[in-house]
């Protein structure tokens, strides 16, 4: 994935911005980095219209670019080097239109970062020699340092809108991570994102490396397991990175509101009788609510004594009495060895 710091901008003493009027909006340049701020601006209230982005933008403290590509095709915004007194991040409206008459305004793009990390947000199909309008705007009372730039490669995580905090989460120090590859997506790792809930910025754990079979194709499904290191809530992304732009493939929250830690649990899946090299899928189900609970796939390695290991104390927390476990051995030219167990989990200490 692309570098996840790229520029920063350094607090200073801002005054208000030349382009917070829509008359004086800078015209930006591919590849070209602007430095700015979003401290005392304010809102041209007769040049935007909150009945085309909806609750997407809360305007506030607003400045304006536009940006002309120089070709067609797909660009990118980079925003990056974020420094704000709230956790939360600046916003994007990327639009068309003649400036600040609203009704001849027509969104491309509208974008609620949340979060003060490196992020890019992508524009399909943009036409050669069509201006853009790029608006910028900070929270009420939010002070936001930044660096923004149009380019042709992406810096960052893909930007998308984070998730509210559901209500019931299960708490566990151990968070099990699943997500499924679709076939459009060519990747060669996936970074592990985690940020706690009231933290500035995201921080990468882990990288999971993309899983190919004897035939060359990705496996579809993948899983890892983090330890979280104190008690919280933490905001999981999962990006696959690859030869084109990195995309977002799971985004979830977690909680662990247990102030002593509680060791995590194992079960051992029969595996020894399964020869080295043999391409082998799991698949791990709830039988009370026939809910999948873990989907896996790999390339059988005696000497990888982890793959033996299915962890389960996520479940016991969650209150499941039994899990079906179906073991499959995909031996090619549709032959396939399966074998099912029915396996009544411990209860949770």
């Known amino acids: 994935m692309a570098a996840l710091t790229f520029f920063a901008a350094t607090p200073t003493v801002f005054a208000q911005v030349a382009n917070d009027n829509i008359e004086q909006r800078l015209k930006l340049k591919p590849e070209q980095s602007w430095p700015s701020s979003t401290v005392n601006c304010t809102?041209?209230?007769?040049?935007?219209?909150?009945?085309?982005?909806?609750?997407?933008?809360?305007?506030?403290?607003?400045?304006?670019?536009e940006f002309t590509p120089p070709a067609p095709g797909q660009y990118f915004v980079n925003i990056n080097g974020q420094q704000c007194r709230d956790t939360r991040g600046v916003q994007l409206v990327v639009l068309t239109g003649k400036p600040c008459e609203v009704e001849s305004y027509q969104i491309i793009s509208c974008t609620s970062l949340g979060t003060q990390d490196d992020v890019f947000v992508t524009l399909e199909n943009l036409?050669?020699?069509?201006?853009?309008?790029?608006?910028?705007?900070?929270?009420?009372?939010?002070?936001?340092?930044?660096?923004?730039?149009?380019?042709?490669?992406?810096?960052?995580?893909?930007?998308?809108?984070?998730?509210?905090?559901?209500?019931?989460?299960p708490s566990s120090k151990v968070c099990t991570l699943n997500w499924h590859l679709l076939d459009t997506v060519k990747a060669q790792r996936f970074s592990i994102m985690r940020r706690e809930a009231k933290a500035f910025k995201t921080t990468e754990v882990a990288t999971v490396p993309a899983i190919r079979d004897s035939y060359g194709a990705l496996f579809p499904d993948y899983t890892f397991i983090d330890t979280l290191p104190m008690p919280g809530n933490y905001f999981y992304q999962v990006v696959a990175d690859g030869a084109e732009a990195p995309v977002m493939v799971l985004q979830e929250w977690r909680s662990w509101r247990k102030l002593t830690a509680q060791s995590p649990v194992w079960l051992n899946l029969p595996l020894d009788k399964y020869p080295n090299g043999a391409d082998i899928a799991v698949l791990v189900t709830d039988p009370a609510s026939g809910r999948v609970l873990r989907k896996a796939r790999f390339i059988r390695k005696k000497k990888e004594s982890n793959q033996n290991k299915l962890l389960i104390s996520d479940w016991q927390q969650q209150g499941i009495r039994q899990i079906l476990v179906r073991i499959s051995w995909l031996k090619g030219g549709n032959q396939t060895e399966s074998s099912e167990k029915l396996v009544t989990l411990p209860e949770a200490e």
């Open 43 to 65: 809102v041209q209230r007769t040049c935007v219209d909150e009945k085309l982005t909806g609750k997407c933008v809360e305007y506030h403290n607003d400045q304006w670019f």
């Open 127 to 169: 036409q050669a020699g069509k201006p853009y309008l790029l608006n910028i705007d900070g929270y009420l009372h939010d002070q936001c340092w930044f660096v923004l730039q149009v380019s042709r490669e992406p810096r960052g995580l893909p930007a998308f809108t984070t998730l509210p905090i559901p209500s019931g989460l």
